[in-house]
């Protein structure tokens, strides 16, 4: 296992430990464990932010990303 992917396990590990109050199922590797804690999680509604004192101009949107060449 390389060191980012034993980050990223230890990192799903310990969330799941704050999530929960319990050790992870030793069975589970982190996409495991990532997958089960998205599941679990509510259901929720997402609802743009719509305001007449919004301009295009203040809002960030994400860089395009040059063509490979």
């Known amino acids: 296992m390389s060191t980012r992917a034993a980050r990223i396990e230890a990192e799903a590990a310990a969330l799941w430990r ?3 109050g319990d050790s992870p199922p030793a069975e589970a590797d982190a996409a495991e464990m990532l ?29 395009r990303s040059s063509p490979a060449g």
């Open 18 to 20: 704050e999530l929960y």
């Open 35 to 63: 997958d089960i804690m998205l599941q679990r999680m509510p259901a929720i509604t997402y609802d743009r932010l719509s305001s007449p004192h919004m301009h295009r101009s203040a809002v960030s949107w994400p860089k």
